[in-house]
């Protein structure tokens, strides 16, 4: 039996142990396609522009899509204005009580730090949209304070709602961050007699921010896009708009994509620079071995 040829390595030295040649990626490397921000814009004026044939098919006696769109602009910007602020406010209310809930879960004592751990797992682990009918639904729709009848909106209970898993993540968030900490520092702080609670709030949570920053502006941006939970609830925000604007036009089908795709390029210009900040700043405050 002949013994097959050996491989030649790269560095021209001769061997007797077979030497894997290097992968050519040039068979692949020209189907490659990079994404860029303009494709986004792209896609939204082709959905919007391709609808053109629809309108032709309407007849002559219906308003025309760019007609109808100029008209509708003006509620959608509105409806996706207070998307963003129910956004802003569900992220404030779960970073607020999600730093909290991260910190009791490095807690010394047994109890919180149990407990904290639990209510955590179980929100971060709870679909978003059940979440959000539990506040919608449970929570009362008014309250009586002394004689005084006080209602209470969907749109705080849509905040609540969506607050609840921002306020688990944000939770691992902190724990992480705390814990990716050497444990040099817990130590020089023990040396100069500070107290737990002084080291975490004057050398442990500055160091952290940096750290907490890039995940918590992702959590952001997961969260605006899930603010059209809301619509299946009944928040007036730019999808419930959008239905409302269809439906006063008669459900016209030539309308449909070019209100969605108009629905679509709105998050994406407010998301996409948040994004690539994200990806700026997690480079700019990696740690560095």
Partial sequence: MTQPPLSQPPSGK???????????QKSYERFRIELKPWHGVLLAMVCFFTTTYG??????????????????????????????????????????????????????????RHSSWFVTQFFRN????????????????????????IPFPDWVKAIIGLSLPVMANVSEVVRGAVLSLPSGQWEAAESLAYTRRQTLWLIILPQCVKRMLPPWMNLYSILTMATVLAF???????????????????????????????????????????????VYLESKFAVKN
Avoid: H
């Fill in 126 to 149: 709870a679909p978003w949209l059940v979440l959000l009918f539990f506040a919608m639904y449970l929570l009362p729709f008014e309250f009586n304070i002394g004689g005084i009848t």
């Fill in 14 to 24: 001769k061997t007797d142990m077979a030497v894997m040649l290097p992968f050519k």
């Fill in 55 to 112: 309108y032709a098919t309407t007849g002559p006696e219906v308003d025309s899509i760019l007609t109808v769109m100029l008209r509708w602009i003006p509620l959608l910007l509105k409806g996706f204005l207070f998307n963003i602020l129910i956004s802003v406010l569900s992220m404030a209310v779960g970073t607020a009580v999600g730093t909290m809930l991260g910190l009791a879960q490095i807690s010394l004592i047994g109890p919180v």
């Fill in 232 to 278: 299946i609830v009944g928040v007036p925000e730019v999808m419930t708009l959008t239905g409302r604007a269809l439906a006063a036009e008669g459900e016209r089908t030539d309308l449909l994509a070019p209100f969605y795709s108009f629905v679509l390029f709105l998050f994406f210009i407010y998301c996409y620079p948040i994004a690539r900040w994200t």
